[in-house]
Nanobody, 117 residues
Framework: QVQLHESGPNLVKPSQTLSLICTVS??????????WSWVRQPPGKELEWIGG???????YYSPSLKSRTSISRDTSKNSLTLQLNSVTPEDTAVYYC?????????WGQGTQVTVSS
């Protein structure tokens, strides 16, 4: 059973870069056919897909966030990284790492990130 664990700062200041790591256990991020996503849910709003990375390293981004987002991986650590640049308070959300490009098969527990000065 794949398990996902998100980690990173819980508080980020406006205009700075939000950086999160997803550590994957129970399965390889390079396993053929697997895809991995970052998803967020702002308070009181719907889930929003941010982007993803495939088993071959190919990346995909939501058009609305593409200009500020970078998703990468470290195969030696079996981990994924999300970077979101130039954050504003509107980027405050619970951020999830997940298996799949929607539909999602497995979710991480999520981590709260607040953007505030």
């Amino acid at each position: 059973q794949v398990q996902l664990h998100e980690s990173g700062p819980n508080l980020v200041k406006p205009s700075q870069t939000l950086s999160l790591i997803c550590t994957v256990s129970g399965g390889s991020i390079t396993k053929n056919g697997h895809h991995w996503s970052w998803v967020r849910q702002p308070p009181g709003k719907e889930l929003e897909w941010i982007g993803g990375i495939g088993y071959d390293g190919s990346t995909y981004y939501s058009p609305s966030l593409k200009s500020r987002t970078s998703i990468s991986r470290d195969t030696s650590k079996n981990s994924l990284t999300l970077q979101l640049n130039s954050v504003t308070p509107e980027d405050t959300a619970v951020y999830y790492c997940a298996v799949g490009i929607p539909p999602i098969d497995v979710w991480g527990q999520g981590t709260q990130v607040t953007v505030s000065s």
